[in-house]
């Protein structure tokens, strides 16, 4: 099963047909590992300590849902609950875990806890019966099915415009203004629009026109072969492809 395309660029959407260019809008910033938004700066996550704690716990994570023969997978979590969604290679079905967190419990905690209580199971039906099958099936049978649609765990693929930031600023654009259909018209009504403000024969600065014209000369070279920052993942939630794990997507499309 193919990823969800969403762009955020219609010039990089010539081989997908009848899929809208959807905006992006960015998700409540919050600490990926626990939840909490005091965060300083421009930090994605509170502290290193948390970030390496909850990739130990993703990591040991990893080698359960290798073993049951997982595609896709996805683990979120809020005040109350953790939940893990996992899709097997040889199924149409997402199987759904929950475990249930107290409030002073961190994600990783209950991460950790569901973990075990799971590759307990999955031991225990291997060492009993020496058939893997069976115990991945001991396992699934435990899960929550039939409730989740199985592109819930099927990642995005969303591009974002690069290198074009510092020219944007230089003509009062944004990236917003490079996902529309007129945005060849849009760049150069915005030049006309800073080169008129700051052209000499009305008493601007010469070097301001000069970088300006150069800026607008930039973004309509980007806007014939664009130059795009490939995300895959899901809005607000761990991903797991199969093989590793990708922190969630710090924006969601609408």
């Known amino acids: 099963m193919q990823p969800s395309k969403y762009c955020y660029n219609p010039f990089a959407m010539d081989d997908i ?19 909490t938004s005091e ?20 990591h040991i994570l990893s080698g359960l849902l290798r073993a049951l023969g997982t595609r896709h997978a996805t683990f979120s979590f ?11 290679q040889w199924s149409k079905k997402v199987y759904r875990f929950m475990h249930q967190r107290s409030h002073k419990q961190k994600p990783s905690q209950a991460l950790y806890h569901l973990t075990d209580e799971l590759s307990s199971v999955w031991w ?12 991945c099936q001991e396992v699934l049978n435990m899960a929550r099915k039939n409730t989740i649609a199985p592109d819930a765990v ?7 415009p690069t290198r074009v930031k510092k020219f944007l600023a230089s003509l009062k654009l944004t990236h917003k203004d490079l996902r529309s259909s007129r945005a060849y ?10 080169a008129l403000n ?11 026109f000069r970088k300006i014209n150069a800026d607008y000369q930039e ?9 795009l920052q490939i995300h895959h993942g899901i809005p607000g939630k761990w991903y797991f492809d199969g093989k590793k794990w990708k922190t969630p997507l710090s924006f969601f499309v609408h």
């Open 154 to 160: 099927i990642p995005l693929e969303v591009k974002i």
């Open 185 to 194: 018209q849009t760049v150069k009504s915005a030049y006309r629009k800073q």
């Open 17 to 35: 047909k009848n899929k809208p260019t959807s905006a992006l809008r960015p998700v409540k910033k919050q600490c990926p590992s626990c939840g």
């Open 198 to 208: 700051h052209h000499p024969d009305r008493g601007g600065n010469s070097a301001a």
């Open 39 to 58: 965060i300083l700066g421009r930090r994605r996550y509170c502290s290193q300590e948390c970030r390496q704690q909850l990739f130990r716990r993703l």
């Open 78 to 88: 809020t005040e109350s609950s953790l939940v893990l969604d996992i899709k097997p």
């Open 124 to 135: 225990d039906k291997k060492n009993r019966t020496g058939k893997r099958y069976q115990a």
């Open 219 to 227: 973004l309509i070279s980007w806007l014939k072969s664009p130059v």
